[in-house]
């Protein structure tokens, strides 16, 4: 079975997707402070930077800098991925 959006490429990712995705656009630099830290933690770890989008865009999807596997619509993936960090939260 073969998917119209998926071109075999002899380059790594072995594929050339074509499929629109939506994706940041701009990203901007963000941190912030952790609570309930254990006691005697290094000074400067309770701070956590990240990078975030700051707006998205629709785009032919690049593997450059995003995951682009395709998903059914129906994929239960996404929803097996949140259950099992929810479970992790509690």
Not at 57 to 62: G, P
Request: net charge negative; glycine share 6%; with cysteine.
């Amino acid at each position: 079975m073969s998917s119209a959006h998926l071109i075999s490429h002899w380059q790594f990712p072995y594929k050339v997707s074509t499929h629109p995705v939506c994706v940041h656009g701009e990203r901007k630099h963000a941190s912030v402070k952790l609570r309930h830290c254990d006691p005697g933690v290094e000074p400067g770890t309770e701070v956590y930077h990240y990078v975030e989008a700051a707006n998205c865009k629709c785009q032919v999807c690049s593997s450059e800098d995003t995951s682009c596997e395709w998903l059914p619509p129906d994929s239960s993936l996404i929803g097996g991925i949140i259950k099992e960090e929810s479970d992790e939260i509690e």
